[in-house]
């Protein structure tokens, strides 16, 4: 019999898809498109809440492939909190453009709905399709503006290379099938301990982590991700970089913890270097930016190297510092993800108020826009990891986590990592500094474009982020609350 | 009293500055009055809160840490709320609060360009939360946040209000404004080194771990320095976190050769910057040596040590040296910090009662001493629109109580017996004449001989700044210009940091008094008396 509860979320965001598309039919007004998608992911969190303080302990579905843990517990909330503050980003921007706004809101449920299958899936399958449901929406909607070429290449460049990942992936993941006879996780792991000198084992791995290594944009798989993030609709983008993002970590975290746990010593090398390239080169090529949101896209990559690091402790560490790695991704992830999103919803507001989109035109936008500046500090920074904002804390854990082991590889990565960030503050606090420090172009548009009040959804998305980024900054415990609940993942739970 | 005894106190000085910043923020725009006594409210209650500490602390105990408190903070990684202070901590607390609340009565008077008090305001006073919870945090954690907390105020500082002057960007072939050169040099720099820092935290955090009962880490400081007395951090490993945690402390400070962005940065600050970055906030560098660097790790301090003499003594040569080169007055004052700061470090790096009550005592005089020179700077740039020495000629003739105030602390700042500055320098030699047992005398005695070499190119530069700036006949230029005297509130700013430095010139047990009890206590746990 199953568990309908277990599968509730899931049950309701998909209804909420089909019911969208329906409406849209009849509707004249369209915006009631968006706001049957808001409630709908509201009253998708209400069985996640039912089920996190329910007594019952995990729900097994379908033979294990299909598990409710406090760590699916955990991503589905960040996922649905992470959707629903890119719906209130969403509202505006899609109605100051000639947009479909019901496919939109339809099929950024859809890929919501990948997302919330992702965090419970616990074999191959299921965690295939989760990252095609997350990507497949995403394909259709980095080419929403459809009048402007930027858009239809990023549209077409994440298609090709998300394509050619997903590709990758199935072929890994037949070789691990062949080679294990399993697809659950909790099999594979059961038979890797045998073939880590297998060759063809360690191929597939690679390939799975190469397919992954796309879809969480990490180096040398990014290619991808700056010209998409600058093309794709802002909200989308926002989406991309931090939900579809977290879908590839926690696919990852997955995978690799529980699927390949006893071969961590194949795929940890492996790791160290995308999270070294990444963190590295990444920032080097943010340091020239002029575009914001270009910027934001080396950013998030960086990001990304940054959420790779704990990783690379796995062949040296016990039960425990295993627990603390996938903590570390999952507060890293966590406190990314709004500040991200802040960020993206600046970009948004800002780019109405200054008419532009790069570092130079959003010049003195503290003469004008006094609101979006502060925010600016508490997002860039925040992204930066300054206290008291709440990035520190996201590199704080993550530094915490790669120095469990003693190992001189943890610690040079730990090094490299420290020296990154301080490379990423220059980037970050030239947008600052421009906001705050530089007199207004002349190419700024007139008062009543630069003064006009920021429409309330959007508001409501800034102000949501920045309290958890204020907040979270001085009380971390409010994060490491659920995200020490994660440490079941490496086992010992 | 238990509530004040029990945290409480300590707390509401760390915290009220950061509310005040909160209200500040939610009153108008437009409501100056407002915004001024909001500032002068919650600057004014930590210091009215310090001297209820003055008259309860205990001084028969001062190695005990007082009015602390130990709360639950961040469970899952043990870092908790554990404030406190001790001889050492207390009259760095002390000082940080009477600068702060000083900084907001100048600034009354003294809003820099672009005007914008709100803002200002605000920032003064978080960054009065940050110097104040630095000195108090028991916990590395904590302390760490601390420490990092007044960059963002600083930058902000800097870069806004500080020096629009165009500069050739060394290295690069562009000129930029030096305000924004000289925020993101000063960000960069101590960023690179708090990075470093925190990767030793964790390390000795990691290490805890191997040596408690519970088997559970720790980042309390107490605790860590019970461990560190016993010599259990050792080897490589201790060797690297120190090395870590210099990094840290010595942008910070700063130490030659890691200064570089301190000229820039105290000169490009408006004046109120210029006073906190000078007065304290680089005494969270050489504050983290003491509380931290040598108790925790007295072995490797005893291993590090003859190469911080080094380069604190090449930053006291170096320091003077640059100072004779200068012809901008700021500019002069703040590379002066570097050669005061050398004192500070010699004397800590002789690990000895007298080396360290030195260093605590120099770091109270510099601050009072240089925070009052930055003022003076200031408000004499205020009015006569230029810092050049060379023009300012005949300041006593023209502003005769400025003259005053500026020959009164320049010859503070050089070292007379009778003001403050004379006891940390003169300390810091006597101290590296006899450093702590078994460290190598050569070397220090060495480093005796350049510093007292230092105290005299340090009355030379000083000297000569009061006579290209105070003697001599004033230029023509200034008979258009209407030169107003010192206004009353610089008066109020200045008088009683012109007390303080008298009083603890004649009567050190001011300072000593609460700092020597703690400086035995530490040197005998960490090396043996």
Redesign the interface.
């Known amino acids: 019999m199953i568990d309908y509860l277990a599968l509730a979320p899931e049950i309701i965001i998909a209804a909420t898809a089909v019911v969208v598309l329906l409406a849209d039919l009849w509707l004249v007004r369209k915006y009631w498109t968006a706001i049957i998608a808001v409630v709908g992911t509201t009253a998708a969190a209400i069985p996640l809440i039912v089920m996190a303080v329910s007594p019952v302990g995990d729900r097994v579905l379908f033979d294990g492939s299909y598990v409710v843990d406090p760590f699916a517990l955990v991503m589905k909330g960040v996922f649905l909190m992470a959707g629903y503050v890119v719906l209130l980003m969403s509202f505006s921007y899609v109605e100051s453009d000639r947009y479909y706004e019901g496919e939109y809101y339809f099929l950024l449920l859809v890929s919501i709905l990948g997302s919330l299958v992702l965090g419970s899936a616990r074999d191959l399958i299921g965690l295939f399709i989760g990252i095609e449901l997350v990507a497949s929406p995403m394909y259709v909607l980095a080419g929403f503006r459809k009048g402007d070429l930027k858009s239809n290449e990023a549209a077409l460049k994440y298609y090709l290379l998300g394509v050619l990942a997903s590709a990758l992936l199935l072929y890994g993941s037949s070789f691990v099938f062949g080679l294990t006879g399993a697809l659950t996780f909790d099999g594979i792991a059961s038979a890797a301990g045998g073939l880590v000198h297998e060759p063809a084992f360690v191929m597939a791995v690679l390939f799975i982590l190469a397919g992954i290594g796309f879809k969480v944009s990490a180096v040398p798989f990014h290619f991808w991700a700056p010209d998409t993030y600058e093309g794709a609709p802002t909200p989308i983008t926002a989406y991309l970089s931090v939900s579809s993002k977290a879908a590839g970590f926690v696919a990852l975290l997955a995978v690799v913890y529980r699927a390949f746990g006893p071969a961590s010593a194949t795929w940890a090398p492996v790791v160290w270097v995308m999270a070294a390239l990444s963190m590295t080169i990444a920032n080097l090529a943010a340091l020239k930016q002029d575009n914001i949101v270009r910027m934001l896209a080396y950013s998030s990559i960086s990001h990304a190297g940054f959420m790779l690091v704990p990783f690379v402790v796995a062949p040296y560490v016990g039960v425990e510092g295993l627990g603390n790695a996938v903590?570390a991704t999952v507060t890293y992830l966590v406190i990314y993800a709004f500040m991200n999103l802040g960020a993206f919803a600046l970009v948004i507001a800002g780019s109405r108020k200054s008419g532009s989109g790069t570092v130079d035109g959003w010049a003195g936008m503290a003469t004008y826009a006094p609101g979006l500046a502060f925010l600016g500090?508490v997002f860039f920074?925040g992204l930066a990891g300054?206290?008291?904002l709440a990035g520190?804390?996201a590199k704080?854990?993550m530094?915490?986590a790669v120095?469990?082991a003693?190992s001189g590889w943890a610690?040079g990565l730990?090094?490299i990592a420290?020296?990154n960030?301080?490379v990423a503050?220059?980037y970050y606090?030239r947008v600052v500094?421009a906001m705050?420090?530089d007199p207004v172009p002349a190419t700024v548009p007139g008062i009543e474009v630069r003064e006009a009040a920021v429409p309330v959804p959007l508001a409501l998305a800034l102000g949501i982020t920045a309290a958890i980024v204020l907040v979270v900054g001085a009380v971390?415990?409010l994060v490491?609350?659920f995200?020490?609940a994660t440490k079941v993942l490496a086992g010992g739970g | 009293m238990a509530w004040f005894d029990n945290g409480w106190g300590l707390s509401l000085i760390v915290f009220l500055p950061i509310a005040g910043a909160l209200v500040i923020l939610l009153a108008p725009k437009k409501n100056l009055t407002a915004i001024k006594s909001f500032g002068l409210m919650f600057t004014a209650l930590p210091v009215l809160l310090a001297a209820v500490m003055i008259a309860r602390f205990d001084y028969g105990h001062a190695s005990t840490f007082q009015f602390g408190t130990n709360l639950s903070w961040i469970a899952s990684i043990n870092a908790r709320y554990h404030i406190g202070i001790d001889g050492i901590s207390f009259p760095l607390l002390v000082l940080s609060t009477v600068l702060t609340l000083l900084a907001v009565i100048y600034t009354f008077n003294h809003w820099p360009e672009p005007y914008n008090p709100k803002a200002f305001m605000a920032l003064i006073l978080v960054l009065g939360t940050a110097m104040n919870g630095t000195f108090v945090a028991l916990d590395l954690v904590l302390f760490f946040v601390f420490f990092e907390l007044v960059l963002l105020p600083m930058y902000f500082m800097i870069g806004i209000w500080g020096d629009k002057t165009m500069m050739k960007v060394p290295g690069f072939k562009i000129e930029a404004e030096t305000r924004l050169y000289a925020a993101i040099k000063f960000f960069v720099f101590t960023l690179f080194g708090s990075a470093f820092m925190l990767l030793g935290f964790l390390a000795l955090y990691y290490r805890s771990g191997d040596f408690l009962a519970s088997g559970a880490r720790t980042f309390d400081i107490p605790t860590l320095i019970d461990l560190g007395s016993q010599g259990l951090f050792t080897g490589t490993f201790a060797f690297l976190v120190f090395g870590a945690l210099f990094l840290g402390f010595a942008v910070k400070v700063p130490m030659w050769p890691l200064h570089t962005w301190l000229p820039d940065a105290h000169t490009a600050a408006p004046t109120v910057g210029s006073v906190l970055l000078a007065g304290i906030l680089l005494k969270l560098g050489s504050y983290g040596f003491i509380r931290i660097s040598l108790p925790i790790l007295p072995q490797e301090a005893h291993r590090w040590a003859p190469a911080i003499a080094i380069l604190a003594v090449i930053g006291i040569i170096y320091g003077a040296l640059a100072c004779l080169a200068q012809t901008d007055m700021k500019r002069l004052i703040a590379f002066s910090s570097v050669g005061h700061m050398g004192f500070v470090m010699l004397g800590i790096s002789t690990l000895t009662v007298v080396g360290i009550n030195a260093a605590v005592i120099g770091m109270v005089a510099h601050g009072l001493i240089t925070g009052l020179l930055f003022f003076v700077a200031g408000s004499m740039a205020h009015r006569y629109h230029t810092r050049e020495m060379a023009k300012l000629g005949g300041n006593q003739t023209l502003m005769p109580k400025m003259g005053a105030i500026l020959s009164f602390t320049a010859i503070a700042s050089l070292g007379l017996p009778g003001l403050a500055g004379f006891w940390g320098e003169f300390m810091s030699l006597v101290g590296s004449y006899n450093p702590a047992f078994g460290l190598d005398l050569g070397v220090f005695r060495t480093a005796m001989v350049f510093g007292a070499i230092g105290t005299v190119l340090t009355a030379g530069y000083m000297l000569w700044m009061l006579q290209r700036v105070n003697l001599g006949v004033p230029s023509a230029e200034w008979d258009s210009h209407a030169l107003i005297d010192t206004d009353v509130y610089e008066l109020t700013a200045w008088v009683p940091l012109m007390v303080l430095i008298v009083a603890v010139g004649v009567f050190p047990k001011l300072v000593f008094g609460a700092t020597n009890g703690a400086v035995v206590a530490l040197v005998a746990k960490a090396f043996g008396g």
Do not use: E, N, Q
């Open positions: 903590a500090a920074f300054i206290p008291p520190w804390f704080f854990v530094f915490r120095l469990t003693g610690v730990a090094v420290a020296l960030s301080v503050i220059y606090a500094k705050w420090m971390p415990g490491t609350f995200s020490d």
